[in-house]
């Protein structure tokens, strides 16, 4: 059967401060810049979520895209949306928020429910000119 690859778009809005606590203060502004303002600043984030594999058979599809959009909300958007990712979300306690970290988390809380023989891969947009792919690796 022919692979396919599926997209399902997503989006949430989320504060972050990219901060390396091993570093002052002015080595974080020096190389994180407005971004490392203590008080925060917020993202539009855009999310698209990628599955290619075969498609099936009898249904036609390579995954259920309503079941896809369910999975995205419950794992994703539930635990990002409108949260502050330094100081409310777990994986970023010790792990510096950049768009990068961000993609790795986002394709770890969906990967182990999306079946194996599915590739995932993660886009995501910090702003609409710069944005982040990640296939796992
Ligand atoms: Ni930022």
């Not at 599809?61 to 999975?71: E, I, S, T």
């Not at 928020?97 to 969906?110: A, D, F, G, Q, R």
Request: charged share 25%; glycine share 4%; proline share 4%.
């Amino acid at each position: 059967m022919p692979k396919v690859t599926v997209h399902r778009k997503a989006h949430f809005n989320a504060a972050h401060r990219l901060f390396n606590s091993n570093w002052s203060d002015e080595k974080n502004f020096e190389v994180f810049g407005k971004c490392s303002n203590p008080n925060y600043h917020g993202h539009n984030y855009e999310l698209i979520v990628s599955l290619t594999g075969e498609v099936n058979e009898e249904t036609g599809y390579v995954y259920d895209l309503g079941k896809l959009k369910d999975l995205i909300q419950l794992k994703v958007e539930n635990v990002l949306d409108h949260k502050n990712l330094n100081i409310e979300v777990e994986e970023f306690k010790n792990l510096n928020p950049t768009v990068e970290n961000i993609s790795v988390v986002i394709y770890n809380k969906l990967r182990a429910s999306i079946p194996e023989n599915l590739d995932l891969e993660v886009t995501l947009y910090e702003t609409p000119r710069n944005y982040v792919t990640y296939r796992g690796a």
